[in-house]
């Protein structure tokens, strides 16, 4: 499954009117044809978070295995590593989205906490009352002043408020999220190195080894950080994202196992067959029969 670099999103969308500062940041406002060709339809992930929020129209939104309906005022947060999906929710009439996306250079400048974000936009969807449809318009007029008075700490000038708005995001969602709960994880520079890492490398890499020696650890030290931080042993955050990208593929694709299993960097379908079983309880066959979470 392709990852896009923002440049590459935005060399994807339709020409839009919006803000950017270089390939790192940008806010567009895109409005869409009906029966125009949506390449976002296809499964992909992006180098870094994504926002969208539904200014006109319906859409049809997929972040993960979860399907998210999306109507006028609704918000969604795409994070580091999301696969989704997107589309006209009907495309016999016209829609008007705005995107917002930062770049991981940005969001790591920022010292974004993947973990903290995992529990918060734990359902990615929200639809906004008055008070904060007003609030997002706000802070798009702030990034537009920052980026239009350009100067070498734009970039950092906008970390800055950035991190004012995901606080702000935050309270968002614990007051309109359905199924939004904060956890008691203990953010650290090691727990979000090692949450961005898996994110962004899971497919390659299923091995504790490979991400202790990314990071300068033992296996055992890290492992040991990771459970007493997240209440959930570093293995199990591999396995995790792992597992939630099998059943992407068995639940929005007709693959084959043994195709899924080359895409995902098996050895074979039957080493597939055995991992997807010893932590689902089921054989990819009936996950996909059963196509339930």
Not at 55 to 65: A, D, E, V, Y
Request: net charge neutral.
């Amino acid at each position: 499954m392709r990852t896009l670099s923002l440049g590459d999103l935005r060399r994807f969308l339709p020409d839009a009117v919006g803000i950017a500062q270089g390939d790192d940041f940008f806010i567009l406002d895109i409005s869409f044809r009906p029966g125009q060709d949506l390449r976002l339809v296809y499964p992909c992930r992006f180098e870094g978070m994504v926002t969208l929020y539904c200014i006109k129209g319906s859409f049809q939104l997929t972040i993960g295995l979860e399907d998210y309906p999306v109507q006028a005022n609704d918000f969604a947060v795409s994070l580091p590593g999301d696969i989704i999906r997107f589309a006209l929710g009907d495309e016999r009439k016209s829609g008007k989205i705005r995107i917002m996306a930062i770049s991981d250079r940005l969001l790591n400048e920022m010292d974004f906490d993947m973990p903290w974000a995992q529990h918060v936009f734990h359902y990615r969807r929200i639809h906004v009352n008055t008070y904060y449809k007003v609030l997002i318009n706000h802070f798009r007029d702030i990034f537009r002043t920052a980026i239009i008075g350009r100067h070498e700490e734009t970039l950092k000038s906008l970390s800055y408020m950035l991190r004012s708005m995901n606080i702000e995001l935050a309270h968002m969602w614990q007051e309109m999220a359905p199924d939004t709960r904060l956890k008691g994880i203990q953010s650290s520079p090691l727990t979000d190195t090692f949450v961005t890492l898996v994110a962004r490398h899971h497919v390659e890499h299923r091995d504790l080894q490979f991400y202790a020696e990314r990071m300068q650890l033992t296996p055992k030290y890290l492992s040991a950080a990771i459970a007493q931080a997240s209440g959930q042993s570093a293995v199990d955050w591999i396995t995790n994202y792992v597992i939630l990208e099998i059943k992407y593929y068995l639940k929005h694709t007709r693959l084959p196992v043994k195709e899924i299993a080359y895409e995902l960097n098996f050895d074979n379908q039957m080493n597939l067959y055995r991992y997807f079983r010893r932590h689902t309880g089921m054989t990819p066959s009936e996950y996909r029969e059963r196509g339930t979470l």
